[in-house]
């Protein structure tokens, strides 16, 4: 069965820096999806940003990008320019097919100082 | 914003007791999905189903059953509710899309 692990219980950071969440996971499969999800305090589940396993160009969306590293089964998220709304529950999910059957990393809570 | 409904939003109940969770959803997507959410678990599957009247057990099934009777609800039901099973629980619908997710529901078992 795939696994998903953060490692990272809790990170801060200061208002505009950089921040690096990571993630691991574990499959014996080639092809699957990674993504990374925000859960800020109202409980709504947002989908951040996405990586195919097959395309090797790391995913970016705005101030947010991934380091996909396949061989080492990694799939850290970068956030730059940190913002106030960045505060919240982070997680790591992996899927066989798009959107399907997620297993999610335990999350990681991201707060952001001012 | 995806068309997808849980009620209730919040429920206490007592230990022993059958309780019913429902997630609507107006998007006819064909995929339907139950998980829990649990400090230091993340999310879980409980149940999932691929179409009217199939479904089938996830990671986390034990004293769960589900039904969908049409393409637009599933049920979550705990027959006989458990203190272990205080958590809040999703309900994310895709069609080999983007997965969306319901409000969530807070349960407690007291």
Redesign the interface.
């Known amino acids: 069965?795939q696994t998903?692990t953060?490692s990272q219980p809790e990170m801060s950071v200061q208002e505009a820096e950089t921040v690096t969440l990571s993630c691991t996971y574990d499959t014996s499969e080639s092809d699957y999806y990674l993504f990374w999800y925000k859960q800020p305090p109202s409980?709504?589940?947002i989908?951040v940003i996405?990586q195919e396993a097959y395309k090797q160009q790391n995913a970016t969306e705005n101030r947010f990008s991934v380091n996909f590293q396949k061989a080492a089964k990694s799939f850290s998220l970068k956030i730059s320019d940190s913002q106030l709304g960045d505060a919240a529950m982070y997680?790591c999910?992996y899927?066989q097919?798009?959107?399907?059957?997620?297993?999610?990393?335990?999350?990681t809570i991201l707060r952001v100082k001012s | 914003d995806a068309g997808i409904t849980q009620s209730p939003r919040h429920k206490v109940t007592e230990t022993g007791t059958p309780v019913t969770l429902r997630c609507h959803q107006t998007e006819n997507h064909r995929y339907m999905y139950w998980y829990r959410q649990d400090p230091g678990h993340g999310l879980r599957l409980i149940h999932y189903s691929y179409g009217v009247k199939d479904t089938d057990k996830g990671e986390v099934s034990d004293g769960y059953s589900v039904s969908r009777s049409k393409t637009e609800d599933f049920l979550l039901t705990l027959e006989s509710a458990t203190s272990s099973q205080t958590s809040v629980y999703f309900c994310a619908i895709s069609g080999n899309i983007e997965a969306f997710f319901g409000q969530g529901t807070r349960l407690t078992v007291v």
């Not at chain 1, 399907?100 to 335990?106: C, M, S």
């Open positions: 069965a998903v953060q409980r709504q589940m989908l996405r997680f999910a899927s097919e798009y959107g399907n059957k997620l297993v999610f990393g335990a999350g």
